[in-house]
């Protein structure tokens, strides 16, 4: 596998970021993650975008993390948020996921980051699995979904 940054508009991005959004729409029954996001928010040194491709070059996950600070919807300063991990299913028990999870947080931590925080949801445990397994704990909900009762939010001293 070759991981590489890339922009968060990149096409294999935004390719993977649609196929992520559909499997959330039908885990949830609704229209994906409604959280706004855009490609300043992962440019580097404010976030990391990261991409992994196969041997034959061909897209096969991703993850990113971006800048927060306190704010109105419960972040707290010091801290990155890691959004839209995903390996498509014909590459999924490779451990990409964990290898994605890691590289972000070295890198954050690079940055001056000290938390990695992310809102997961119930009904995907294959996340809430990869995320308590990598230390990751319960923590006051933060963010767009905080008031939803399906929603899940993790944290990590980096």
């Known amino acids: 596998m070759n ?19 559909a499997e959330y729409a039908v885990r949830y029954g609704d229209d994906g993650d409604a ?11 404010l976030g990391l975008y990261l991409m992994a491709y ?5 897209p096969v996950a991703t993850g990113g993390w ?6 109105a919807e419960g972040y707290s ?3 990155a948020e890691l959004k839209r991990m995903y390996v498509i299913p014909e590459a999924r028990g490779l451990g990409l996921a964990r290898r994605i999870l890691a590289t972000l ?8 980051r000290v938390r990695m925080v992310l809102e997961t949801g ?3 445990p294959e996340a809430v699995a990869l995320y308590e397994s990598s230390g990751y704990e319960p923590c006051v909900k933060f963010g767009y979904y905080r008031f939803h009762e ?3 939010c993790y944290a990590k001293a980096l």
């Open 3 to 21: 991981f590489r940054p890339v922009p968060f508009d990149h096409p294999d991005a935004i390719k993977l970021n649609d196929q992520v959004q």
């Open 35 to 45: 959280t706004h996001l855009d490609a300043r928010m992962f440019a580097p040194p």
């Open 54 to 58: 196969d041997e034959r070059d061909r």
């Open 66 to 71: 971006r800048t927060q600070d306190e704010n």
């Open 77 to 79: 300063d010091g801290d």
């Open 105 to 112: 947080e070295d890198d954050a931590r690079a940055a001056g």
């Open 122 to 124: 119930a009904k995907q």
């Open 150 to 152: 399906l929603s899940l």
